[in-house]
């Protein structure tokens, strides 16, 4: 069963979720951003033997820690980022999908000191996702021209398509709700900056699209991620 909302503006997430007070003023709590590169694929089941395939995208976040106990952290993000992948079935006919979405994942971080500059920390949590916009490319077969050889059989024409995807209320589901794992290594530069290295598993639990007769099963979001970020400290 697909999950509905009526939230329009995905922006809203980012005041519901970011813990704003009191930011600033505690010893508990860190902002830090990273960037880096998806790979995303689409996990589906198909009656007609299309085939799914991942492909690159970008991400770019901004996270609050707040700490809770010596060990446990609290981690609220706000994240720009890519979900593209490609299918094509077993002639020629192909598309690559450009998918950009907002995600909002809330999680739980367990973190440890290995050196008394470096950490490493594991996360799990949830996740909201507000899908952005969609571009595809590809082939696709061009019914109004068809040719025949010699001996009459008729075959259709491929040509390359370009175009941004105009979203259908009826078909596409834009909200996205998944769990989220990360795995962390941080140093300590100076007393208030550190730097980090970051990877990201997003596993979505509902499908991009509402109804698909191409698909025996809903498809979904399967994105790994590598990011590198900064940190600073309010203390």
Not at 54 to 78: D, M, P, Q
């Amino acid at each position: 069963m697909l999950i509905k909302t009526n939230i329009k503006n995905p922006f809203l997430f980012l005041f519901l979720l970011l813990p704003v007070t009191p930011i600033i003023t505690t010893a508990q709590t860190n902002i830090s951003f990273d960037t880096g590169i998806t790979y995303n694929k689409l996990s589906l089941n198909s009656r007609n033997n299309i085939i799914s395939t991942s492909k690159e995208g970008y991400i770019a976040s901004i996270n609050l820690n707040h700490k809770l106990t010596r060990l446990l952290i609290l981690e609220t993000s706000a994240s720009m980022l890519q979900k593209n992948y490609s299918i094509k079935n077993k002639t020629a006919i192909y598309q690559n999908v450009k998918n950009t979405y907002f995600q909002f994942p809330v999680s739980l971080k367990y973190k440890t000191k290995l050196t008394n500059k470096l950490s490493a920390s594991g996360t799990l949590g949830v996740y909201y996702a507000y899908w952005l916009r969609s571009n595809i490319d590809g082939l696709a077969p061009n019914v109004f021209e068809l040719s025949s050889d010699n001996e009459n059989v008729e075959s259709i024409k491929l040509e390359y398509i370009k175009y941004a995807h105009d979203f259908n209320s009826e078909q596409d589901n834009r909200s996205e709700f998944g769990w989220v794992g990360k795995v962390e290594l941080e140093y300590r530069i100076f007393k208030n900056f550190s730097c980090q290295l970051k990877g990201h598993y997003y596993q979505s639990l509902t499908s991009p699209q509402k109804q698909n007769p191409e698909l025996e099963q809903p498809g979904y979001n399967n994105t790994f991620a590598a990011t590198l970020g900064f940190g600073y400290y309010f203390k």
